[in-house]
């Protein structure tokens, strides 16, 4: 199972996986930032004192806004940090106020067993898991756990929420399909067992 190189990707595969990253991105600045900075503009073009406090906070929220998608964009540096240790770090950082997220870690260094460019694709698929539990899934428990196993490398992420029929996705959901992308150009297997109103187990093997 120790891996130092980690799978070539082709060309085509890392371009749908880029492009997918980028679709998304620009869904989150339309659909969250832009409309609160038009609205800040707008407010501003009045020059009406007693709506300042309020344009104020509509900046904040765009600020706060782009933050989180720097944030959640940025790739994490896997050689000088453990990607686990990068991952609870950012979703502490966007979720501060949310407890629901939980950590079971397991006592193996995964950095020893997989390589960086596959700690990068697992980070990325695991930070989408529950950035879509957080938003999508009014879960109160989201557990997240890795283990190994005679067999591989297994980590999960499981709650207690909602949840949604995976062969039913509007077309311009992005997110299952591009960990599905990421984990088969990274050559892991990705499941996903969910119900409507059964929550959501998923679960990533190297």
Do not use: C
């Not at 899934?137 to 980590?155: F, H, K, P, T």
């Not at 299952?176 to 892991?188: E, F, S």
């Amino acid at each position: 199972m120790n891996d130092s190189s980690g799978p070539r990707v082709d060309l085509d595969t890392a371009t749908q996986i880029i492009e997918a990253d980028r679709s998304d991105l620009a869904d989150q600045i339309h659909d969250d930032l832009i409309p609160l900075l038009f609205v800040a503009r707008a407010t501003v073009d009045r020059h009406d004192g007693d709506e300042m406090r309020q344009v104020s906070a509509w900046l904040a929220d765009a600020m706060q806004t782009a933050r989180a998608i720097l944030n959640w964009s940025h790739t994490p540096d896997v050689n000088s940090a453990n990607w686990r240790d990068e991952l609870r770090r950012v979703i502490e950082l966007l979720y501060p106020d949310d407890k629901r997220v939980q950590w079971r870690w397991g006592s193996v260094d995964s950095t020893t067993v997989i390589s960086a460019e596959r700690q990068i694709q697992l980070y990325r698929i695991i930070a989408e898991a529950i950035r879509n539990a957080v938003k999508h899934s009014s879960a109160d428990n989201i557990i997240v756990a890795d283990q190994l196993e005679a067999d591989g490398y297994r980590v999960s992420v499981t709650d207690d929420g909602t949840g949604f029929d995976p062969a039913d996705l509007p077309p311009n959901h992005h997110g299952v399909r591009t960990m599905q992308r990421r984990a088969d150009a990274a050559g892991m297997t990705l499941r996903i067992d969910s119900r409507r109103q059964g929550g959501t187990v998923l679960e990533v093997h190297v």
